[in-house]
């Protein structure tokens, strides 16, 4: 109490007294309260304090804990938050960030003497638990476990983070300890929900937010139409980027502290490199004082990034999600989000950044030219008016669950009374995992039998293998790095590639030695992929009627490849050109939800067979779009294709799926809140102000089909003669059911829009 008087702090806020009680009473607690609301000192009071009592100890190290972070910036922030709020308590508290970019000579040191680790869940899933005999000693003092950001941990990701944790929690019992686990989390949907699903413990909430706040003026900003025409000659809105880069600048000029959030890496490059030429126009001093932060960044580069952030070095910076969670930046004014972050959690915690010292601050939201932008900014109430989104993952999905039971049993082997902590789907994966001759049982447990780290199975970022390494032809540096999954979008043969404000083009790609090369380059248009994409149902799980029509929920198989590019004109978007590449088709088996419309149901609709396709594949656009507001995913998370007549169902039919193998809960969710996404679907295609359709409606800037066939008025009519059976939300029976567990491109006749 007395470090937290001398950080000037006299009383807490209700909310950080309340969480405290409940982790020194030994409750695991989520902190679901608003960005600045103080989260941190909430878990950090009772951790500080057991570790003080625990360093007065006459034998042993004393109590540990253990912070998790999903990004290395935000635990190297907290690690100094950390230092100078404990500096009154002397060596009582030893604060050390144990991750990639740590010393080695400095790993020993802390696996003795640390007694708070700041890790993330990748350094403790391949470092920490494999070597646990090396972290006896903290493993069986460890007392609190805090899981900063949890909101975050959804999807595929948030699904290996589970079982992560179950493998901590196993190997502490194993030491004899019970840790609590405390959570910290922007304001969201059943916090303690999501929380249980992620540790598997019970877990109490503390969500009422009782700190002051400074006014935050939000704004809804579309850019203005342009007289240029796009595909089918639609109107062409200009850019996002464009116009967030403007904005940038008047900002800067202002001398107003500002980050620009970006949803791409390309995206955040281009801004910085845009505000800094009309920057250098107004003052050449100011130029200095915008850059870019973003992933694949070397360590060295995001550091300095963040120590010219923090000391007002820089007055602009356009940031990925890299930085959403990374540092505690106070003095921030303004906030520019560059098109909707996928998330109402994203978007405030984005907005959060701004005015964290309970100033006043400002934050605008700048439409892109895509449907769920656009529906946004004319219902501002779908922001404003509704809760955040329930936190979708999905422990049990096998792809998830195969790779970590393999992992466990490398790290003690696996008994009977260890299966239900990894929760009900482990007993049917166990002999599975046998017969596959990568756990073999001998007499009552299950052991590894492999050679190769079994950590190294699980992709926990769901990153799909080696990152690809980009380096620059001439010279042989580093620049980079991009995950395998995107680099046949990103980084094929002839691509356009940014890096701190540098334009590059790609020689050639590699897949077999993961790297691709790059020579500078400063061509007068950027590049997107086109792919092809086909589908197949595997099992349907369940199947409801909708009127004579059915929605349905199971199992896929996804083949897709990325078969050509195209050439735009910077800023406008024109298409320049296309050319052909030779690439590997990828097959990916996943869950979806589809759905049915019978020949009578067409006729009721006035669709003839002429407009079917364009029916069918502008609802699949829009519905993709759309699914965001209902489920905790990003557009490039889930894929699409729409078929009129599909060779397994015999019927015209339309498929959302989940870009990750085995599934990451997003389809799950889509089908039980199915009435009201497409509904919302509908409503955003018929309150478009254009004619035949538009990228605010129906188009997607990515289309493989170059968005041909789409009909905006068919797909209107199809969608209200759907939804006039559609019953109410779709409850299920399995148990499994409760809980709700990139790039455009387009393909196969008529349509597919894929991850």
Not at 210 to 224: I, N, Q, Y
Request: charged residues 25%.
């Amino acid at each position: 109490m007395a470090a937290v008087r001398a950080a000037g702090i006299e009383h807490p806020w209700a909310h950080q007294a309340l969480a405290a009680e409940h982790a020194l009473d030994g409750d695991s607690v989520v902190v679901a309260t608003g960005t600045a609301s103080g989260k941190s000192l909430a878990y950090l009071v009772p951790v500080l304090s057991t570790l003080l009592e625990g360093s007065k100890a006459p034998n042993g190290r004393g109590a540990t804990a253990l912070y998790l972070a999903p990004t290395k910036a935000l635990a190297a922030d907290q690690c100094r938050a950390v230092k100078e709020l404990a500096r009154p308590l002397g060596t009582a508290v030893r604060p050390a960030v144990y991750d990639g970019d740590t010393p080695f000579e400095e790993r020993e040191w802390i696996r003795q003497y640390g007694n708070y680790v700041l890790t993330n869940p990748d350094m403790l899933h391949r470092g920490i638990l494999p070597s646990h005999p090396r972290w006896s000693s903290f493993l069986k003092s460890l007392k609190y476990v805090v899981i900063d950001e949890c909101h975050t941990y959804r999807g595929v990701f948030g699904s290996h983070v589970a079982q992560v944790l179950r493998r901590l929690r196993r190997l502490c019992a194993r030491y004899g300890a019970s840790p609590v686990f405390l959570l910290a989390s922007a304001t969201a949907a059943e916090p303690s929900v999501a929380a249980r699903r992620l540790t598997g413990l019970p877990v109490v909430e503390v969500a009422d937010d009782a700190s002051p706040r400074g006014e935050l003026v939000f704004a809804l900003w579309e850019p203005p139409l342009t007289e240029m025409q796009g595909e089918k000659g639609a109107p062409v809105r200009r850019t996002a980027t464009a116009e967030t880069a403007d904005l940038l600048t008047d900002l800067a000029v202002q001398g107003i502290r500002t980050v620009a959030f970006v949803r791409s890496r390309r995206g955040a490059e281009l801004i910085s490199v845009i505000a800094q030429e009309r920057l250098g126009e107004v003052d050449r001093s100011l130029a200095r004082r915008v850059a870019a932060y973003r992933g694949g960044y070397l360590p060295e580069e995001r550091r300095a990034l963040e120590r010219a952030l923090h000391s007002g070095e820089l007055l602009g910076l356009a940031a990925t999600t890299a930085l959403e969670l990374g540092v505690d930046v106070s003095g921030l004014d303004a906030v520019l989000i560059a098109g909707y972050p996928g998330t109402r959690a994203s978007l405030w915690q984005q907005a959060g950044r701004a005015g964290r010292s309970g100033q006043g601050a400002l934050a605008v939201l700048i439409a892109r030219d895509d449907p769920l932008d656009t529906f946004l900014v004319h219902h501002p109430e779908a922001l404003f008016d509704q809760p955040v989104e329930s936190t979708v993952l999905d422990p049990d999905n096998p792809y998830v669950l195969a790779p970590h039971l393999c992992a466990a049993a490398a790290e003690l082997p696996l008994t009977d009374e260890d299966l239900p902590l990894f929760g009900p789907a482990t007993a049917e994966l166990m002999p599975q995992l046998e017969a596959a001759g990568l756990l073999r049982r001998r007499t009552k447990a299950w052991h590894w039998t492999r050679r190769e780290r079994a950590a190294d199975l699980a992709d926990i970022r769901g990153e799909g293998g080696r990152p690809i390494q980009i380096v620059e032809a001439g010279t042989g540096r580093l620049l980079g790095t991009v995950d395998a999954g995107s680099a046949h979008t990103t980084v094929h043969e002839g691509a356009v590639h940014l890096h701190q404000g540098r334009t590059y083009l790609v020689r050639s790609l590699d897949l077999e030695d993961s790297v691709a090369l790059v020579e500078e380059a400063a061509p007068p248009y950027s590049t997107v992929a086109r792919d092809t994409t086909a589908i197949s149902v595997l099992e349907t799980d369940v199947e409801v009627p909708w009127g004579d029509g059915r929605l349905c929920y199971g199992s896929v198989e996804v083949t897709n490849q990325v078969v050509s590019f195209l050439r735009r004109r910077l800023i406008t978007g024109e298409v320049l050109g296309e050319t052909k590449l030779d690439l590997p088709p990828r097959t990916l088996r996943t869950r979806a939800v589809w759905w049915t419309v019978t020949e009578d149901q067409l006729d009721a609709a006035r669709i003839n067979p002429e407009i079917l396709g364009g029916a069918l594949h502008a609802a699949e656009h829009a519905s993709i779009g759309m699914l965001p507001l209902f489920a905790t995913c990003d557009r490039w998370d889930i894929g699409g294709v729409s078929i009129p007549l599909h060779p397994d169902t015999l019927l015209p039919t339309v498929f959302v799926y989940d870009g990750h193998p085995g599934g990451a809960g997003f389809a799950e969710r889509a089908f039980h809140t199915a009435r009201a996404w497409l509904t919302a679907t509908r409503e955003a295609i018929a309150s478009c102000e254009c004619d035949a359709g538009c990228p605010s409606c129906i188009q997607s800037p990515k289309c493989g089909n170059g968005n041909d066939p789409l009909h905006k008025r068919g797909a209107v009519r199809l969608l209200t003669e759907l939804l006039r059976g559609a019953p109410g939300e779709v409850e299920v029976e399995d148990a499994k059911a409760e809980e709700p567990g990139a790039e455009d491109a387009k393909a196969e006749e008529p349509g597919a829009e894929g991850p």
